[in-house]
């Protein structure tokens, strides 16, 4: 049967996941909690991360060790850097890249990559489920780093470096995570705000609907893999 881990950061985004996990086991390691079940005629490892780099990194890799997933999902709410990118539309990751560590150090250094590729094949699925439910998405490069961004000034300068659609706080450490495991993964995102100077106001209005959307797509999206 094969196996998919899933993450995601935070409780909005992850309790439509864990639902469809209650009919399976729980189990723990350290801190973290798996939530293992069927779905969709697949075994499924679902975990709530936290926020960050670091929570996304050490629950990605406590379920690749566990488990051995033969792919790997993080979804989730993002900012919206680009204009191709408006609330509520879908953004599904072609390639990954922090804005808050130099690209050329990763480059430079172990693992000698700076920018990590999600799974073409599971990109394309995204775009077949949305185009099939009528919902926008792109795919593209998505930025991550420990910073919510809701200062118009900060946003246009994390564009002007990584000329990324959207920014969030874990999918580059999960992208990273699964490149140095060999794991196929996608990072697929709802848009909750601008990350400008209303960031705030519209990420209060549309985080829950935007956790629930992703949520729904993503749980799709293991019924099609």
Do not use: W
């Amino acid at each position: 049967m094969v196996t998919i881990g899933i993450i995601c950061a935070m409780d909005s985004e992850f309790d439509l996941i864990k639902q469809a996990c209650s009919h399976g086991k729980t189990e723990t390691s350290g801190r973290f909690t798996f939530y293992v079940a069927e779905y969709g005629g697949k075994r499924v490892v679902a975990s709530l991360c936290g926020v960050g780099k670091v929570n996304a990194a050490a629950c990605t890799q406590a379920i690749i060790s566990g488990y051995r997933p033969d792919y790997f999902l993080n979804s989730g709410v993002a900012g919206a850097l680009s204009g191709r990118l408006h609330i509520l539309d879908i953004v599904v990751a072609d390639e990954l890249v922090y804005h808050d560590l130099e690209e050329r150090l990763l480059e430079n250094y172990f693992p000698r990559c700076g920018r990590f590729k999600a799974d073409k094949r599971l990109q394309a699925l995204v775009q077949e489920i949305c185009a099939g439910q009528q919902i926008p998405c792109i795919t593209g490069r998505i930025t991550s780093g420990d910073q919510f961004v809701t200062d118009s000034a900060v946003k246009d300068r994390i564009f002007s470096a990584t000329s990324a659609d959207a920014i969030e706080m874990e999918g580059c450490a999960v992208g990273h995570v699964c490149y140095l495991n060999e794991v196929p993964f996608a990072i697929v995102r709802c848009i909750s705000d601008g990350a400008d100077d209303q960031g705030d106001m519209d990420y209060d209005t549309f985080v829950g609907h935007a956790a629930k959307r992703c949520a729904k797509l993503t749980l799709a999206l293991i019924e099609r893999i």
